[in-house]
């Protein structure tokens, strides 16, 4: 097991949200046994209490990380989402500190997507109302307004990961399938991308929403979206809260326009399942509603738990920051025998000069130099003799412009 600067025991994991057990497993095989497990997501105030002596700290989607707890992080080095998203985080506040943010960027895109077909059979047969109905006693058999998926044409809005999945399920139950994308996206089997939202939103039976929490989509659907929509088609979030004006989404649906909904994600959503869900959805019975589960099968948990939890240690290992979502990534190889220093400055002309004069004024040969930048920071890597370690250590840390330095022994 490689030797690290920092004791790995004095390493302070904090996983909260219930993460999968194999984060735990996974990071506890890998040395690290420090590590704080809550179940719930922690509010501003208490995040900022805790994280002073954190050194590393996995989420899902309901804890935010802002500014104002960066700034109490005196000690983070990096974040795991155990989830695709990474809205949840302030991402320039953490880059700006020299702090790796990594997610999971594909492990529960196929349960996304399975839920999202199940969604559309279900509202396609008004088996929500039935369901519903039944529950109270009632007894609802008709075939009035309950079709078949087959023929019927599936809108995808957002062609990555899970539409794409989505994409092919729904071909294989014969429904053809249309999307679009803000980028050209190569169509999978025979769907077909169409030029707008607008064009996609009057001709598909069902639409489904796959696209992240950004500026360009807040809102994306609203009043003038849904009156675009076909009658009596239906329309289908898994992607963010944000995305859909849910006030303008009740009133659609009380105009008696779609024949149904399945909403996963919500503008504001509880902070622990002891909290009461508030939504004006609450009333309609067309309406499949579910508690941002769409990525949250056993399957997908236990997958996440070991791809985040492999990726922080890593990172905590040897510097590796591959598939960080704002970091630049550097893939590095094993340094038996030779110290590694990992060098976190900001992006400026001069400073690299002014490292490498590091090594060269104080005789440190370099074993072994990778260097990435982003717009903001540099990442540079450097392997040297572990007799110079603790000098070229001292020295990067006066550089101008350095963000953070440490060594790997
Ligand atoms: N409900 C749940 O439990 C889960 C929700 N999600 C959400 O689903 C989102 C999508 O996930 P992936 O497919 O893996 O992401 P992805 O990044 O692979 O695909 C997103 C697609 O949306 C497109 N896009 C971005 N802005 C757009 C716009 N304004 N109009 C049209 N297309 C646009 C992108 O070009 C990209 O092709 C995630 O960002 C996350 O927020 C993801 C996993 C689980
Ligand atoms: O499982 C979660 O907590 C969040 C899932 C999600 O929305 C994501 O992966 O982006």
Redesign the pocket.
């Known amino acids: 097991m490689a030797k690290t600067s920092l004791d790995k025991s004095k390493i302070k994991i904090l996983l909260l949200e219930g993460v999968h057990q194999s984060a735990v497993d996974t990071l506890n095989a890998a040395g690290y046994t420090n590590i704080e497990y809550l179940k719930h997501s922690l509010n501003e105030d208490e995040l900022i209490a805790k994280i002073g002596d954190v050194h590393f700290i996995g989420i899902r989607s309901r804890t935010q990380l802002t500014e104002a707890v960066f700034a109490a992080a005196d000690k983070l080095v990096a974040v795991g989402c155990f989830?695709?998203?990474t809205?949840q985080v302030d991402l320039e506040a953490a880059t700006r500190r020299g702090i790796a943010v990594f997610n999971a960027?594909y492990s529960?895109?196929r349960s996304?997507a399975e839920l999202v077909l199940a969604e559309a059979i279900l509202l396609s047969r008004g088996i929500p109302e039935k369901n519903a109905a039944a529950h109270r006693g009632g007894w609802m058999k008709h075939a009035k307004n309950s079709y078949e998926v087959r023929g019927k044409k599936l809108g995808i809005?957002?062609?990555?990961?899970?539409?794409t999945q989505l994409s092919v399920l729904a071909e294989a139950l014969g429904m053809e399938v249309y999307f679009?994308?803000?980028?050209s996206?190569l169509p999978l089997g025979n769907a077909v991308q169409i030029p707008s939202?607008d064009e996609l939103l009057g001709l598909c039976d069902i639409v489904s929403l796959?696209?992240?929490?950004?500026l360009?989509?807040r809102n994306?659907i609203r009043a003038e979206q849904l009156d675009k929509m076909k009658n009596g088609s239906i329309l289908i979030n898994?992607?963010?809260g944000s995305v859909v004006d849910i006030d303008a989404l009740a009133e659609t649906l009380r105009s008696g326009k779609l024949l149904g909904a399945a909403i996963?994600?919500f503008p504001v959503e509880p902070k622990s399942n002891d909290e009461e869900f508030v939504s004006p959805l609450r009333e309609f019975d067309n309406v499949i509603l579910t508690p941002?589960?769409?990525?949250?099968t056993v399957e997908a948990q236990q997958n996440i738990g070991i791809e985040v939890g492999e990726k922080l240690a890593t990172y905590s290992d040897n510097g590796t920051s591959v598939s960080s979502v704002n970091f630049p990534e550097v893939a590095l190889p094993s340094h038996p025998g030779q110290h590694r220093l990992l060098h976190i400055h900001e992006n400026v002309p001069g400073v690299m000069s002014e490292i490498n004069t590091v090594f060269s004024d104080n005789g440190i040969n370099i074993c072994g130099q990778y260097l990435r930048t982003n717009e903001t920071i540099g990442y540079v890597v450097v392997d040297v003799n572990k007799d110079y370690s603790e000098l070229a250590l001292e020295k990067l840390r006066s550089v101008k412009g350095t963000v953070r330095c440490r060594v790997l022994f």
């Open positions: 989830c695709i998203g809205n960027p529960n895109t996304v809005v957002g062609y990555g990961s899970i539409g679009c994308d803000v980028v996206k939202l796959h696209v992240p929490e950004t360009s989509t994306m898994a992607s963010r996963d994600v941002h589960i769409g990525g949250s």
